[in-house]
């Protein structure tokens, strides 16, 4: 069974840093694109940025562009999301996936269970 | 870039049919998009790909009583002899060359 398992989440004061590892299991990882999407408390899903199968493509929300990193390493099976220069508005559960190629593009197949990230002092 | 339009709330009786809707923005009528259902506390799950011309494809996890449609820029997803289990959040997805865009969800109330 595809498995995504998401960690390193936690408090982080405003302007801190934090590292996201999300591990796969259960498929080729090597062989598939992965996304990051958040979801702040009470609100709906906000895609955060997107990954090719071997890293030489990547794209970024607006919302975080300059501030988040995404990587892989598919030697060791797992996503990566480095945050800096958080926000209080950074606050949300933070949900890796697994994307599907559906025609010239790709949809979210399989999400993990969510890592929950809160900025505050 | 799209963006998907989805209704805040929908409600329907147990054991009836709901239809919930995602609206494609003009110029990005022929997008396919996912349907993805978010049970309360839960992470999102993949329920299907849909395409403009109606064709759908179920994840393996999908109930048999959902079901996909599409009308023009509006994209459907029915859910039939509605279950508790099905009261929860549902998101639209598409994406295009360099973004992945989401509606803001339908919260589905079962009474």
């Known amino acids: 069974d595809v498995q995504l398992l998401e960690s390193g989440g936690g408090l982080v004061q405003p302007g801190g840093s934090l590292r996201l590892p999300c591990a796969a299991s259960?498929?080729?990882?090597?062989?598939?694109?992965m996304t990051w999407v958040r979801q702040a408390p009470g609100k709906g899903l906000e895609w955060v940025s997107a990954?090719?199968?071997?890293?030489?493509?990547?794209y970024y929300a607006a919302s975080v562009k300059g501030r988040f990193t995404v990587s892989r390493d598919n030697s060791r099976n797992t996503l990566y999301l480095q945050m800096y220069s958080l926000r209080a508005e950074d606050t949300a559960i933070y949900y890796c996936?697994?994307?599907?190629?559906?025609?010239?593009?790709?949809?979210?197949?399989?999400w993990g269970q969510g890592t929950l990230v809160t900025v505050s002092s | 870039q799209p963006v998907l339009t989805q209704s805040s709330s929908a409600s329907a009786s147990l054991g009836s049919s709901v239809k919930l809707t995602c609206t494609l923005s003009?110029?990005?009528?022929?997008?396919?998009i996912a349907w993805h259902q978010q049970q309360p506390g839960k992470a999102p799950r993949f329920l299907m790909t849909?395409?403009?011309?109606?064709?759908?494809n179920k994840g393996s996890g999908a109930p048999g009583r959902f079901s996909g449609s599409s009308s023009g820029a509006d994209r459907y997803l029915t859910i039939s002899n509605l279950q508790s289990e099905d009261e929860a959040h549902y998101y639209c997805?598409?994406?295009?060359?360099?973004?992945?865009?989401f509606g803001g969800g339908t919260k589905l109330t079962v009474l």
């Open positions: 996936a697994r994307l599907n190629p559906h025609g010239a593009g790709s949809y979210s197949g399989y």
């Open positions: 259960g498929f080729t990882f090597r062989n598939y694109a």
């Open positions: 990954i090719s199968y071997d890293g030489a493509v990547i």
């Open positions: 003009s110029g990005h009528s022929n997008y396919i």
């Open positions: 849909l395409e403009g011309s109606g064709s759908y």
């Open positions: 997805e598409t994406w295009d060359s360099n973004t992945r865009v």
